[in-house]
């Protein structure tokens, strides 16, 4: 019975870190430029929340954004990755390869929402 109650306890530890890591995966945004452009060029992430730029490619990137200087990376490398926050919405932030400017398969959008504010709760005395 001792070893039954293990096992369970061990499937339940094992079932809430995966659910956790899957909500952790869900809400990363992450964008990959490779050999053939941007893979995400047009994200919708909430203030506050991170993007994250990933090399694949063989040859360095660098992004920036005219809007959204939180946006802008140093040279990536491959296999190099840029992750940022954004600053507090509603915005769009327009964002290209600054080493490949006129090449429209690196550029594209982030649209940061703007979080919407909680409720207020009046607690009525007794």
Do not use: W
């Not at 490779?34 to 993007?51: C, K, L, N, R, W």
């Not at 491959?78 to 290209?96: M, V």
């Not at 080493?99 to 929402?113: F, N």
């Amino acid at each position: 019975m001792k070893a039954l109650s293990r096992i369970a306890a061990l499937l339940f530890a094992a079932a809430a870190s995966c659910a956790a890591l899957r909500s952790q995966l869900h809400d990363a945004t992450i964008a990959v430029l490779d050999g053939s452009g941007i893979s995400s060029p047009a994200m919708s992430v909430e203030s506050g929340d991170t993007v994250t730029f990933l090399n694949g490619d063989s040859s360095p990137h660098q992004i920036y954004s005219p809007e959204c200087p939180e946006l802008d990376s140093t040279l990536l490398r491959p296999g190099e990755s840029h992750r940022t926050a954004l600053g507090a919405g509603p915005k769009i932030c327009h964002f290209q390869d600054l080493l490949a400017p006129s090449a429209g398969a690196y550029s594209g959008t982030v649209e940061v929402r703007q979080v919407a504010p909680e409720p207020l709760s009046i607690d009525t005395p007794s």
